[in-house]
C-alpha cells in the first residue's frame, strides 16, 4: 500500500527550504507526496517562532489534528523547527498536545528517519540536541526540490547577532559556515542539471567564512560562483547591514549574473531603536552604504524588512522610520508588528507599545511602502523585461515567472515556457505585478 506525507511549513525560506530536505528523508522511506491533509500516513509540521503570530498558527494547526489523529491512530504526527528547539517548548508541546508522535529540533532534521523508525518501538520520541555542529557532508543532501527553475542553497546556519528581539540565535545556534568547495559543488550539481536560480540562504550571509578565520568570504565565494559562465541568476539573503561591505558591492557589480536586487533589513530609522535593537549601525550608516550601492550599481533596488511598536518607540522614533522608507527608496519591504519572544531581552524591557498603536502605526507604514511598490511598478509600464519563467497558473491561464527585480510578470504562450528565459513588453501593471507580451527574438 502507498504510503503519504503531508508537510506544513511556516516561516522564512530556510524553513522552506528545509521542508524539501523532510520531503526527501520522507521519500527515501518510500512515501509520497499527497495535498491532502487527511490522506496523509505522516504530517510534518515544520514551524517558526520568530513571531507570536507564527507560533498561534502552528498551535492552531496541530491542536486541529486531535481529531483525525482519533479517528486514525495510526497516523504519525511530528513536530520540528524553530518552535520545538526553545527551552522547554517540547515538554509543553507534549502535554498540550499528548497526541503528538514525534518531536524534533532545528540541529536535528535529518534524524527525521531513524525516529520515525525508533516510534515503531516507543510510544512516542521526543529528541532535541544543541549545538549539533555538523554543517557538512551527509546534513546537507537534498534528494528532493520542490521550486525548479529556482534552488536555494544552504551556506551557513546561526547567527551570532543577538538582536535584543530575536530568537534565532537561541534556536540555530552559533554560525556555522559550510566550506565553498562543498558550496560550489551543490550549485555545479544545480546548473548542470538545468536549474536557473540558486539563492544563498544564511542567517547573515555577510558574516559567511567569519568562523574559519577569514580562509573564505562571501564575496569570494560570490565571484567562485559566478566563474560558471552561461546565464542563470544568482541571489542571497539575508545581509545584516552591519557587514555589507564595499567588496561585497563590487562583488554584486562586477558579476551580471547577481541580480541587482538587495534585501537589506533596516527594521528602524531611529538611532535610538535601532541601539536598543543591538544592530550596530545608525541610519545614517544605512544610507551610506545605500548610496554606496547606487555608486557601483546604478539601477539597483533595494528590499527591507521593518519592524513597528519595539519597545519605547515613540511617535518621533516612528516617524524616522518613515523618512528612512522614502529616504532609502525601498521597492517593496516585508513590515512586522513587534511582538515580545520569551527569552530575549526586547521581551524583557519596560515601555512594551500597546496594541492599537502598533496597528495604527503598521497601517501607516504598509500605506508608505505600497505606494512606493505601485511608484515603481508603474515605472514597468511599455517597457520591456527579462524573466524567468517558474510555473502556469491554471486559474488565470498564464505563465508566471519574475524578473531580476522579483517583480512577478504574467504572459500567454502556447508552448510550455518554464525554465525559460522570456523577454516580455510589459502592458498592464497592477500592485507588484506585471502582465505582458512575449517580445520575439
Ligand atoms: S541578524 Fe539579528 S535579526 Fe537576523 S537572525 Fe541574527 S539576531 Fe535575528
Redesign the pocket.
Known amino acids: 500500500m502507498d504510503k503519504h506525507y503531508y508537510i506544513v511549513t511556516y516561516g522564512c525560506q530556510m524553513n522552506v527550504h528545509e521542508s524539501e530536505k523532510i520531503a526527501g528523508i520522507l521519500r527515501g522511506l518510500g512515501y509520497e507526496e499527497t495535498k491532502e491533509e487527511e490522506k496523509a500516513d505522516i504530517i510534518v509540521f515544520n514551524t517558526c517562532c520568530i513571531r507570536e503570530n507564527a507560533e498561534n498558527h502552528a498551535y492552531g494547526n496541530i491542536g486541529a489534528l486531535k481529531k483525525l489523529k482519533r479517528a486514525r491512530p495510526e497516523l504519525l504526527i511530528a513536530v520540528g523547527g524553530c518552535m520545538t528547539q526553545q527551552e522547554g517548548a517540547a515538554d509543553r508541546l507534549r502535554k498540550k498536545f499528548p497526541f503528538v508522535d514525534i518531536v524534533f529540533g532545528t540541529h536535528n532534521l535529518e534524524d527525521l528517519g531513524r525516529l520515525i523508525g525508533l516510534k515503531s518501538k516507543k510510544k512516542k520520541v521526543v529528541e532535541i540536541v544543541e549545538g549539533k555542529n555538523s554543517v557538512d557532508g551527509e546534513d546537507n543532501d537534498i534528494s528532493y526540490r520542490t521550486s525548479y527553475p529556482n534552488a536555494w542553497v544552504n551556506i551557513m546556519y546561526g547567527?551570532n547577532?543577538?538582536?535584543t528581539y530575536?530568537i534565532?540565535?537561541y534556536v540555530r545556534g552559533r554560525e556555522r559556515s559550510r566550506r565553498p568547495e562543498n558550496i560550489l559543488a551543490e550549485v555545479n550539481a544545480l546548473l548542470d542539471s538545468g536549474y536557473k536560480e540558486i539563492t544563498l540562504l544564511g542567517?547573515?550571509v555577510n558574516s559567511y567564512g567569519n568562523d574559519a578565520g577569514g580562509a573564505f568570504t562571501f564575496p569570494s565565494l560570490l565571484r567562485d560562483i559566478c566563474k560558471r559562465k552561461e546565464k542563470f541568476r544568482l541571489r542571497f539573503m539575508?545581509s545584516?547591514p552591519k557587514d555589507f561591505g564595499e567588496d561585497l558591492i563590487r562583488a554584486v557589480a562586477e558579476n551580471e549574473q547577481i541580480c541587482n536586487l538587495i534585501h537589506l533589513p533596516v527594521q528602524a530609522g531611529s538611532d535610538r531603536i535601532l541601539r536598543l535593537m543591538n544592530r550596530k549601525y545608525t541610519a545614517a550608516e544605512y544610507l551610506k552604504k545605500v548610496e554606496l550601492l547606487h555608486k557601483y550599481i546604478p539601477d539597483c533596488q533595494l528590499t527591507s524588512d521593518l519592524m513597528v511598536g519595539f519597545p519605547t518607540e515613540t511617535e518621533e522614533d516612528f516617524s524616522e522610520t518613515l523618512r528612512l522608507v522614502k529616504e532609502a527608496g525601498f521597492s517593496t519591504a516585508f513590515t512586522f508588528v513587534y511582538s515580545p519572544r520569551s527569552g530575549t531581552k526586547a521581551a524583557a524591557m519596560e515601555g512594551q507599545i500597546p496594541d492599537e498603536v502598533k496597528k495604527e502605526r503598521i497601517m501607516r507604514l504598509v500605506e508608505l511602502v505600497n505606494a512606493q511598490t505601485r511608484e515603481k511598478s508603474a515605472a514597468y509600464a511599455g517597457k520591456t523585461v527579462e524573466i524567468l519563467c517558474e510555473d502556469y497558473d491554471e486559474k488565470k491561464g498564464l505563465y508566471l515567472g519574475r524578473d531580476e527585480y522579483g517583480r512577478m510578470g504574467y504572459f500567454t504562450s502556447e508552448a510550455d515556457r518554464v525554465g525559460e528565459f522570456v523577454k516580455l513588453k510589459i502592458d498592464e501593471t497592477s500592485g507588484v505585478s506585471l502582465f505582458g507580451t512575449i517580445v520575439k527574438p
Do not use: K, S
Open positions: 547567527c547577532n543577538f538582536c530575536c534565532v540565535p542567517q547573515n539575508t545584516n
